[in-house]
């Protein structure tokens, strides 16, 4: 079973900073890519921001300059520095990992649970 356990979401005023944490366990062979998703209401959820197994990174154009994701590939987990936070972040930001269980099948999609994220004076 794979799970992928998301934290440090929460409230904090505009120009303010939160850092996402995301570890991810279970029985894995290979992991393609792990990165983050937000989802505010009414909306589609969309990219925020992933790193590939060989540290090349990407980043929706909203956040360039003002979030940061790393990892550490030893604690299979991923994390997500949020600087200068504005209103429009405010979202359900969920944990993703691109992996495959055995060599014998292919890579999938997997999920966190989701936090939430509030900017607001």
């Known amino acids: 079973q794979v799970q992928l356990v998301e934290s440090g979401g929460g409230l904090v005023q505009p120009g303010g900073s939160l850092r996402l944490s995301c570890v991810l366990s279970?029985?894995?062979?290979?992991?393609?890519?792990m990165g983050w998703y937000r989802q505010a209401p009414g909306k589609e959820r969309e990219l925020v921001a992933a790193?590939?197994?060989?540290?090349?990174?990407n980043y929706a154009d909203s956040v360039k300059g003002r979030f940061t994701i790393s990892s550490d590939n030893a604690k299979n987990t991923v994390y997500l520095q949020m600087n200068n936070l504005k209103p429009e972040d405010t979202a359900v930001y969920y944990c993703?990992?691109?992996?495959?269980?055995?060599?014998?099948?292919?890579?999938?999609?997997?999920w966190g649970q989701g936090t939430q994220v509030t900017v607001s004076s």
């Open positions: 993703n990992a691109k992996l495959r269980r055995t060599v014998y099948v292919a890579f999938r999609d997997y």
């Open positions: 279970g029985s894995i062979f290979s992991i393609n890519a």
């Open positions: 790193i590939t197994s060989g540290g090349s990174t």
